[in-house]
T-cell receptor, first 114, second 114 residues
Framework: AQSVSQHNHHVILSEAASLELGCNYS??????LFWYVQYPGQHLQLLLK??????LVKGIKGFEAEFIKSKFSFNLRKPSVQWSDTAEYFC????????????FGTGTRLLVSP | NAGVTQTPKFRVLKTGQSMTLLCAQD?????MYWYRQDPGMGLRLIHY???????AKGEVPDGYNVSRLKKQNFLLGLESAAPSQTSVYFC?????????????FGSGTRLTVV
């Protein structure tokens, strides 16, 4: 069974600091990869997604992620975080041949202090 | 366009009571999903449906039942609620097709079983 690991459970940063959140998946086949964000009290929103092509994916709000196939990783980055980026971030994976089930990581809670 | 609507938004149940959570989508999506979100565990798939009249088990189906009698509705039932089912429940639906693929999430139902 495929699984997703997010090694950073809690991250605290000051505004303007750079962010990198790790995500590794276990499935060896072709996958689709996603990062979702959940602001306090809200539902999940899609930040970005990777299906194929350029492994560097740009999403909304200045976020980007890089797919490194050899490392089974899809790390999320942002050069300069803002207080409004305080949220929980989830990496998710689904198999390319089947879009039926999205498997989530356990999430990383990011706190950005002003 | 409402997207994915979940009702109710909040509910408190006593142990042993039953209830049904409703998920409705107006986007003509084929696939629908029920997830539960618990602290430190991310989102875990309970049941899903790939079309009207079909359902399938996810990672944590025990204690839940589902029905998809109409394409736009996906119901999640708890026959005899237990405190372990205290959670936030999210419904999602999916459209298919190339790079436009993506999930749409509802705003969640916060359920407390006492």
């Amino acid at each position: 069974a495929q699984s997703v690991s997010q090694h950073n459970h809690h991250v605290i940063l000051s505004e303007a600091a750079s962010l990198e959140l790790g995500c590794n998946y276990s499935y060896g086949g072709t996958v689709n990869l996603f990062w979702y964000v959940q602001y306090p009290g809200q539902h999940l929103q899609l930040l970005l997604k990777y299906f194929s092509g350029d492994p560097l994916v740009k999403g909304i709000k200045g976020f980007e992620a890089e797919f490194i196939k050899s490392k089974f990783s899809f790390n999320l980055r942002k050069p300069s975080v803002q207080w409004s980026d305080t949220a929980e971030y989830f990496c998710a994976v689904t198999r390319r041949i089947s879009f039926q089930k999205l498997v989530f990581g356990t999430g990383t809670r990011l706190l950005v202090s002003p | 366009n409402a997207g994915v609507t979940q009702t109710p938004k909040f509910r408190v149940l006593k142990t042993g009571q039953s209830m049904t959570l409703l998920c409705a989508q107006d986007m003509n999506h084929e696939y629908m999903y029920w997830y539960r979100q618990d602290p430190g565990m991310g989102l875990r798939l309970i049941h899903y449906s790939v079309g009207e009249g079909t359902t399938a088990k996810g990672e944590v189906p025990d204690g839940y039942n589902v029905s998809r009698l109409k394409k736009q509705n996906f119901l999640l039932g708890l026959e005899s609620a237990a405190p372990s089912q205290t959670s936030v429940y999210f419904c999602a639906s999916m459209r298919s097709g190339g790079n436009s693929w993506g999930y749409t999430f509802g705003s969640g139902t916060r359920l407390t079983v006492v």
